[in-house]
């Protein structure tokens, strides 16, 4: 439903940064800019709406045996305040989300069985055990909304809003005994526009009269499957952000959280 939108949705929300650029950078001592990373284990929600049994093989398979995978994001944040407690942000990301397999163990390949006996003559040379490893790599662009709970010195807050992500490539990684390589696909998705839903809390400290720390905990679904196929596929991703932030303009930063 949703990859029919994800081009027009993709623009609107550059659209939305684009206009907004001009009024955070000239609003006096109520923008930021923040630097960050993110931590995180991301996953995929996989879901079957075939009947055929080899599709369903494939679904049953890749349940039992695909999981969660370490990751990360990095980029830069715009803040501006709309009033005491609600700021909106943009900016840019770069985001790695995907998952793995579990080890295979003691594969035999179709051209070890005997064609007179059926019996597996082992090849010496070839891998028993392999892993593979799936990362999707995303540029994104949020639009979010954040409410202050405390106007302090240490600033409690809540996140929620959407990114429009556009698709660079697909990083595989195929692990075995003897190697490990790394190869991409260049499309294997159904759309390179796609949109995400985004949810975050966190804590901001400041360290400095201009300067902000912050760390939050956050969660990203993929509202636009990966492929449009009986086999859906839904990245989503659980992290916690880590950030720098530096306040713009003659206020202060304690000055900047305030309604005059």
Request: no cysteine; charged share 20%; hydrophobic share 35%.
């Amino acid at each position: 439903m949703y990859n029919a939108f994800n081009p027009i949705m993709m623009k609107q929300l550059i659209s939305v940064f684009w206009i907004l650029v001009p009024s955070l950078l000239s609003a006096q001592g109520k923008v930021s800019i923040d630097v960050l990373g993110s931590f995180e284990v991301s996953n995929r929600n996989l879901s079957n709406s075939s009947e055929d049994e080899f599709v369903i093989d494939i679904f049953e398979k890749r349940q039992r045996e695909e999981s969660s995978k370490p990751n990360y994001r990095t980029g830069l944040n715009v803040n501006v305040q709309l009033n005491k407690k609600l700021w909106i942000k943009s900016g840019f990301r770069f985001a790695s989300v995907g998952y793995k397999s579990k080890t295979q163990y003691d594969l035999v390949y179709p051209d070890e069985y005997d064609p007179v006996t059926g019996e597996p003559i082992f090849q010496p040379s070839l891998p028993r055990e392999v892993r593979y490893t799936y990362n999707y790599w995303f540029l994104e662009l949020p639009v979010m909304a954040r409410y202050i709970f405390s106007p302090k010195k240490f600033v409690p807050y809540a996140e929620l809003g959407f990114s429009g992500i556009y698709y660079l490539t697909t990083r595989t990684r195929y692990t075995t005994e003897t190697e490990d390589l790394v190869y991409r696909l260049e499309s294997p998705v159904n759309s390179v526009y796609m949109v995400t839903a985004n949810l975050g809390i966190g804590i901001n400290v400041y360290v400095g009269p201009r300067s902000q720390m912050f760390i939050q905990p956050n969660f990203r679904y993929h509202l636009s499957s990966t492929a449009q196929a009986p086999l859906k596929e839904h990245l989503f991703n659980v992290g916690t952000e880590v950030g720098y932030r530096v306040f713009l303009g003659k206020k202060t930063a304690e000055q900047g959280v305030e309604t005059h």
